[in-house]
């Protein structure tokens, strides 16, 4: 019961409004939480395979080959930045993030695999092969990054299998919660 003067709560089950529209209000609702949970998925796989990188960089493992740096060379072909370190990290961790997790939300539904880490697996392996046609060529380094010899495909390979692996079980582990 209300008091006089003032109006009942509301809720979204109250409103006086035609089944379809809150239909669309929920498909939406649902859509931002997935994409927020592929964005955060795809942050921590970024941080993960960051902190590889940085470790087998300081150890002084193949330091002439810097996937940041790619970055940072592939932006300064395409889009004329100049050149920073710190544009090679924020492009990697924009499309780790935006891209990457982005998508990954968008296309779990339908890639193969009886568990997220296993979509993510495979989303991985798709990354993967989409940088090796797009980013290296870009940077100069050839197709599949062979200008830096067979360990740029190696190593970039292992690194999106970490990423997909990563971005897949934190996905499905957010959905869970």
Do not use: D
């Not at 499309?95 to 968008?106: E, N, P, Q, R, Y």
């Amino acid at each position: 019961m209300t008091q006089i003067g003032m109006n009942p709560p509301l809720s979204l089950w109250s409103i006086n409004a035609p089944p379809r529209l809150l239909e669309q209000l929920i498909a939406r609702c649902v859509m931002v939480v997935r994409l927020g949970r592929g964005m955060l998925a795809g942050l921590v796989a970024t941080l993960v395979i960051s902190l590889f990188m940085i470790l087998r960089l300081a150890a002084g493992i193949m330091p002439w080959y810097n996937i940041v740096e790619i970055m940072n060379l592939t932006a300064q072909s395409v889009l004329g930045t100049p050149n920073s370190i710190v544009v090679g990290w924020i492009i990697h961790f924009l499309v780790g993030t935006l891209i990457w997790g982005t998508l990954f939300a968008l296309l779990a539904p339908y890639l193969p695999g009886s568990s997220e880490t296993r979509r993510g697996l495979v989303f991985g392996l798709g990354a993967w092969l989409v940088v090796m046609l797009t980013v290296f060529p870009l940077a100069g380094s050839g197709m599949f990054g062979m200008g830096f010899g067979l360990i740029a495909p190696i190593s970039t390979l292992l690194g999106h299998i970490v990423f997909g692996l990563v971005l897949g079980a934190t996905y499905g582990w957010l959905q869970r919660l």
